[in-house]
């Protein structure tokens, strides 16, 4: 029915109505510096209005509305622009983990200075054409071959100890991050349980799933995922690996496949176990079985079941045990993803330099001992013979001791001391030694003196003092520079795609934060909007006060 009554209650409506958009606009302005939140809007609609045909209606000029309500509070969200930012956000991830990593190698190697390992070598090889024209046993020539071979070996130790430490600090971070994924897969999963009990109640969550939204961001930093959305705004998430497949971490309220960082693989008797901190968790250790199928998808193995590297540190496992339950996580994308392969990276760079310390060691102990046996009493190596046949010859690799505390033991000339046929100023063996620097060389299949003389096809003998070389072989110096640019084009293409995708992120954050955004000025302007619907609705609570008052009172009088 119409009437003053209805008129008040429409004004009693419409105060509500706006006083309800008051506070959504406070709530936008108080927000507005918050991460992750999304400007809400009050919807208003009509209420249903009187004169709605029936059979007991009367017929009147046409309807009559009853007012407005605030049918809805919803937030500004545009899904697609958070699918793609996410995506971006990971791809970023990876390369700025590798940047960092590689911007410390880099600073390893400190190439190319004055400092760096490729001076230290050419200054090494400088010091034997010296020794050449200088060979006498009280020359000053001898102390600068061993002191610049003292500088050559603890520059390869101190190298190689760096690149190991990235290496160990890379894997720490990846453990740490773990830590940091499951701990949002569980801050997700507590905020599925409350927007799902919201929902139920017939609500519209805003705030819940504004920081929901804002972990899922975070964790898209860490790996890249698909969202897959259920009943009542209920998520899980599919992790991308690098094989182009899924595996599902959060279902609904339930983390379904946490992660956990690998401590250790072995072989103990026939049967593989992997050690793990459960959850990245460091005081949380434990040993599983493992088939050797799953060994093979987490380390590389050699013939003899050794393990010689892991392919990843990461597994996912849900903490019920059984080998069924564990599965290599090698992701497709996010800082997880570059941080190992900064792991493998650096496992190179080691491996090269590991190179390079071997085929020194072998090639200049050959030549200054004259002999294909490591183990022959008769002869003085320079090198430490361990740096040869050791697993990590650059980690080991020194000078002779004996040629440290008496320089008169380097072997200089083509006879070596200790010939009757020695001669003090000689210096072929000297020279052959500098000579070395530019001989081409094979040497990733140099593993024994045997291998230097049959494959460089040299001959170390008095009579016969000479370096062939290899066919299509590298030098020790270009070996390493190789290396280095290696590291270089790394690096390069790191840093590239940083820039790349800071350029992107902003661009799509930008239009991100138009659709999403707080506009203080906006919120200003709807604010002095409800305020002068609220005074007039006030204001006609006012008037119909007025005339309820003339009807019920002036008919007293």
């Known amino acids: 029915m119409s009437g003053l009554f209805s008129i008040f209650n429409i004004a009693k409506n419409g105060i509500r109505t706006h006083q309800t958009g008051l506070q959504v606009i406070a709530h936008n302005v108080a927000n507005a510096d918050t991460d992750g939140y999304s400007v809400q809007r009050a919807n208003i609609r009509t209420t249903t209005p009187f004169g709605i045909p029936s059979l007991n209606s009367y017929c009147g000029p046409g309807q009559l509305g009853t007012g407005s309500i605030v049918s809805s509070i919803d937030r500004a969200r545009d899904q697609f622009i958070d699918t793609q ?121 805003n705030d819940l799933l504004d920081r929901r939204d ?65 959850d990245g968790n460091v005081n949380n250790e434990k040993t599983i079985d493992i088939d050797e199928a ?135 063996r000297a020279l052959l030694m500098g000579q070395l620097q530019s001989a081409g060389l094979d040497i990733l299949n140099k593993k024994s003196r045997e291998d230097f003389i049959n494959k460089s096809d040299a001959n170390v003998t008095p009579d016969n003092l000479k370096i062939g070389g290899t066919p299509n072989g590298i030098t020790i110096d270009n070996y390493f520079k190789s290396t280095i640019a290696e590291l270089g084009v790394s690096s390069q293409e790191a840093q590239r795609m940083v820039t790349n995708q800071n350029v992107l992120l902003s661009q799509l954050k930008t239009k991100q934060q138009s659709v999403s955004g707080v506009s203080i000025d906006e919120e200003i302007t709807n604010m002095i909007q409800f305020q002068r619907a609220y005074e007039a609705n006030a204001k006609m609570v006012s008037v119909i006060d007025g005339l309820l008052d003339v009807v019920i009172n002036g008919l007293i009088k």
Do not use: C
């Open 214 to 278: 804002l972990l899922l961001d975070q964790l898209s930093e860490r790996f890249g995922f698909e969202v897959d959305k259920g009943n009542l705004e209920s998520i899980s998430i599919n992790a991308k690996t690098s094989d182009g497949s899924t595996v599902n971490v959060l279902s609904g309220t339930d983390v379904t496949n946490g992660l956990s960082f690998i401590k250790d693989v072995k072989n103990v008797s026939g049967n593989w176990q992997v050690t793990v901190y459960v």
């Open 85 to 205: 930012i996410r995506k971006e956000t990971s791809t970023l991830g990876k390369y700025d983990a590798r940047q960092q990593s590689l911007s410390e190698v880099e600073a390893v190697f400190n190439e190319p200075s004055d400092t760096g390992l490729s001076s230290v070598l050419d200054k090494f090889w400088s010091s034997w054409q010296q020794l050449s024209t200088n060979p006498e046993p009280n020359s000053t020539a001898r102390t600068l071959v061993v002191q610049n071979a003292e500088s050559l070996a603890t520059a390869i130790n101190h190298n190689y100890d760096q690149l190991t430490n990235i290496e160990t600090n890379a894997a720490d971070m990846t453990n740490q991050q773990v830590s940091e994924v499951n701990n949002i897969l569980k801050q997700i999963s507590d905020l599925n349980k409350q927007i799902k009990a919201v929902k139920i109640g017939g609500e519209n969550p």
């Open 294 to 428: 799953t060994a093979k998808s987490i380390a590389n193995i050699d013939a003899g079941n050794n393990v010689t590297s892991l392919k990843t540190h990461i597994i996912f496992y849900n903490n019920d045990g059984g080998t069924d339950n564990i599965k290599a996580a090698i992701f497709e994308s996010g800082s997880l993803n570059g941080n190992e392969t900064i792991s493998s990276e650096v496992m190179k760079y080691k491996d090269q330099l590991n190179n390079l310390a071997k085929v020194l060691a072998i090639s200049v102990n050959t030549i200054h001992s004259g002999s294909v046996d490591p183990d022959d009493t008769d002869t003085v190596n320079f090198f430490d013979k361990e740096a040869e046949t050791a697993d990590e010859p650059a980690k080991v690799i020194s000078v002779n001791q004996e040629i440290i505390d008496d320089p008169k033991k380097i072997n200089a000339g083509n006879y070596l001391n200790g010939d009757p046929n020695f001669s003090e100023g000689n210096g072929e």
